[in-house]
């Protein structure tokens, strides 16, 4: 998918926590929320599995999309003519935190 359509779901759950960030992407009519879905789905799992973090605990800190590589194509038209196709393509990037760390790590402070 192009970075502009990708942006146009990630501005939307910048900064949510996960649960709500499921039900926003779950509920959202564009084509890219499924991919950003199962990103979202394995980041979590990765945290869960790595760093021992409750699911119900992370929130989307940052979030960036970046335009990929063009692939480009030639579709072949009438009387020999070739059309020229450009197939967008990004890279998105999701840190998630867990909020019960940073609220620890400012108890200890105090």
Do not use: W
């Not at 084509?31 to 992370?58: D, F, T």
């Amino acid at each position: 998918m192009s970075a502009h359509k990708a942006r146009r779901v990630i501005d939307q759950i910048r900064g949510r926590s996960y649960t709500e960030t499921l039900m926003i992407l779950e509920l959202m009519p564009y084509r890219a929320c499924y991919p950003i879905l199962k990103l979202i789905y394995s980041a979590a799992s990765n945290g869960n599995n790595n760093m021992r973090v409750n699911e119900a605990n992370l929130i989307i800190s940052q979030v960036q999309v970046t335009e990929g590589n063009v692939v480009k194509k030639l579709k072949p038209r009438a009387r020999g003519r070739g059309y020229p196709i450009k197939r967008l393509t990004c890279h998105i990037s999701i840190v998630i935190e867990d909020l019960d760390a940073e609220q620890n790590y400012f108890n200890s402070l105090i």
